[in-house]
């Protein structure tokens, strides 16, 4: 079952302190977790929004990952690297603990108590799509090997793309027919509204189309207001 954290955070922007909410918990099979696996496979999930100044960024807390299919249990752990053994333990004992005594004893398995230790949220991204994680270890070592090669994300790219993935879901809470408010949104955030946007959109209509058919209709509209958007600027 999903468990949520909430935070007091200082928007590193403007200084204002505002609560957000950090999920440090999903379960792939539990269907009360479905809206918070969809979140994170669209990479959506523990994005902290400042009221404020409208800055968008990544909660890093701890989150633990059940992939039930792939009899997997992921736990990301900022800045993990720079960590001994017994530190992470400490961060990610008292959740998977949590997440174990949710399921029931004979549904508890070795891997379980097993969990596969990373810093990096796009593994976890990965790993909610179903994407190979030994092809992304393999990627990142061949990075380590050949710098030139710039496969491997940098820090900005991923602010980048994170601030796209807020753009987009606030855009998803407006209602269908408020097409205005949409449109001031887009204007507010020009400067994001762009072909990397358009190519978010792509991915999660794809996604949607699978796993939450009901999003369609709002993804559609979004991707037409934004077409018609970027023409006219």
Known sequence: MSRVLDLEITCPECGTVFQASGHTVIDSADEADAEAFWALKEG?????????????????VPLVL???EREMVLAFVPN??????ETIGSM??????GFLSSVPEEKQA???????????????????RGESLEDYEYDEEDDDEDDEEGDELTEEEMREIQARQALLQDLLQVPVADSLSRITMLRNNQTIVDDMLVQLIG?????ARAIQPDAL?????I???IEVFMASN
């Open 203 to 207: 991915i999660v209509t794809e996604q």
């Open 92 to 97: 990610i004992g008292p959740i998977l603990e």
């Open 110 to 128: 070795d891997y379980m108590f097993e969990p596969i230790v990373t810093d990096d949220p796009m593994a976890l991204v990965m790993a909610a």
């Open 223 to 225: 991707m037409n207001e």
């Open 80 to 85: 993990a690297e720079e960590m001994d053994e």
């Open 44 to 60: 959506s999930i523990n994005i902290a929004h400042c009221p404020k100044c409208s800055a968008s960024g990544f909660i890093p």
């Open 217 to 221: 209709q709002s993804l559609n509209k």
């Open 66 to 68: 059940h992939e039930s």
